[in-house]
């Protein structure tokens, strides 16, 4: 005999111990439900992105002047990065040391780049190849 209360039916109310067991002895646990954020993630700092990419601050705030990294101001005047920030200045500097370019072709090496990959990304939405032979 339980010495819990009973529902209405007469059988035992089941609460959070009640949890049927497994094969293994672990109980069985309600599946994770998944909750997301109502609010925008708020971005980087500029400390923080500098940080990350191991760069002084105002080397970041040059290449932001230059329009090799996006950033926005809040509300103070402070710079906000996206999260991908640290990733698009580490290919700068990549860029920069292997191969010996300057800021202002390092922006137009930057711009084709992300052009190409636009490109290739649509074909291969399209599935298809051109008909004409590759260049090289």
Do not use: K
């Not at 993630?41 to 996006?70: I, W």
């Amino acid at each position: 005999m339980t010495d819990r209360p009973t529902g209405a039916a007469g059988t035992a109310r089941s609460g959070p111990g009640d949890r049927p067991i497994q094969p293994g002895g672990h109980a069985a646990t309600a599946p994770a439900t998944v909750r997301f954020a109502l609010v925008p993630v708020p971005g980087l700092s500029l400390e923080a992105v500098a940080r990350r990419s191991r760069l002084h601050p105002d080397m970041v705030r040059r290449f932001v002047a230059l329009g090799l990294v996006d950033a926005e101001r809040d509300a103070v005047g402070r710079l906000v990065f996206d999260r991908d920030a640290p990733a698009v200045l580490a290919r700068i500097q990549r860029l920069r040391s292997g191969l010996c370019l300057n800021y202002a072709s390092i922006g137009l090496v930057l711009d084709l780049l992300d052009r190409i990959s636009l490109l290739e990304t649509a074909l291969r939405g399209r599935g298809t190849r051109s008909d004409t032979p590759p260049w090289t």
